[in-house]
């Protein structure tokens, strides 16, 4: 599944992705929010059946929206991640450090590091 990029304004970045198998295709849609610090996820699932040219065909669609804070994700990796692509699209998000959660008090994952 490749990823697509578009900025929307100079806050928000949207990725796009699709796949499509025979009838069915899957994809995702993420609205990364830097001022508000959040995330929403689309998922969606579509189910086509052709029944020829004379006849009309049947469809399906699922779909689930999860929003999330940032404060809230795993990790920050992939809003940092997204945060670069923003700016390499022309937008001026809030600087980084203003929109990553607090890590106070968190050891780094690497043995022997501390912050």
Same mark, same amino acid.
């Given at each position: 599944? &490749? &990823?697509?990029?578009?900025?929307?304004?100079?806050?928000?970045? =949207?990725?796009? $992705?699709? &796949?499509? %198998? !025979?009838?069915? =295709?899957? !994809?995702?849609?993420?609205?990364? %929010?830097?001022?508000?610090?959040?995330?929403?996820?689309? +998922?969606?699932?579509?189910?086509?059946?052709? =029944?020829?040219?004379?006849?009309? !065909?049947?469809?399906?669609?699922?779909?689930?929206?999860? *929003?999330?804070?940032?404060?809230?994700?795993?990790?920050?990796?992939? *809003?940092?991640?997204? +945060?670069?692509?923003?700016?390499? @699209? !022309?937008?001026?998000?809030? $600087? @980084?450090?203003?929109?990553?959660?607090?890590?106070? +008090?968190?050891?780094?994952?690497?043995?022997? @590091? +501390? %912050?």
């Amino acid at each position: 599944m &490749e &990823e697509k990029f578009s900025k929307l304004n100079d806050y928000t970045l =949207r990725v796009t $992705a699709e &796949e499509r %198998n !025979g009838y069915r =295709r899957e !994809g995702y849609t993420k609205l990364f %929010n830097f001022l508000a610090r959040q995330v929403t996820t689309t +998922h969606r699932d579509w189910l086509f059946e052709d =029944r020829g040219s004379s006849a009309a !065909g049947e469809a399906a669609m699922a779909a689930t929206t999860i *929003v999330e804070s940032f404060d809230d994700l795993p990790g920050t990796g992939e *809003v940092a991640l997204m +945060h670069a692509k923003l700016q390499e @699209l !022309g937008g001026q998000p809030p $600087a @980084l450090d203003t929109v990553l959660p607090p890590r106070l +008090h968190k050891k780094s994952g690497t043995p022997g @590091l +501390h %912050n």
